[in-house]
């Protein structure tokens, strides 16, 4: 069982910044991928970043590329999300998810545990 809590969201102005956590349980935390997906009002789920087991490797959706940032710490078991220059668009419940596998996906089928979700509300 894994469980996963994301914290960092907010209310912030555009082109402001924001860094989402989510602290996951658990000790094969590190041999996983992990995910940050989004949902705005209306909308799907869609998938914003993922970062492979080590953390060698990174996958963004062509919005958010240059913008923000997916990394991990394995030692404290939790994976960060910052995210710059923010846009109106942006805002939407954002959630970190585990993946089945040590590789990232851009799929939701290619996760397993999502957490909570945290709001993040960009202002124009």
């Known amino acids: 069982q894994v469980q996963l809590v994301e914290s960092g969201g907010g209310l912030v102005q555009a082109g402001g910044s924001l860094r989402l956590s989510c602290a996951a349980s658990g000790r094969t935390f590190s041999i996983y991928a992990m995910g940050w997906f989004r949902q705005a009002p209306g909308k799907e789920r869609e998938f914003v970043a993922a970062i492979s087991w080590s953390g060698s490797r990174t996958y963004y959706t062509d919005s958010v590329k240059g913008r923000f940032t997916i990394s991990r710490d394995n030692a404290k078991n939790t994976v960060y999300l910052q995210m710059n220059s923010l846009k109106p668009e942006d805002t939407a419940i954002y959630y970190c998810?585990?993946?089945?596998?040590?590789?990232?996906?851009?799929?939701?089928?290619?996760?397993?545990?999502w957490g909570q979700g945290t709001q993040v509300t960009v202002s124009s």
């Open positions: 998810a585990k993946t089945i596998g040590p590789d990232g996906s851009t799929s939701l089928r290619g996760y397993d545990y």
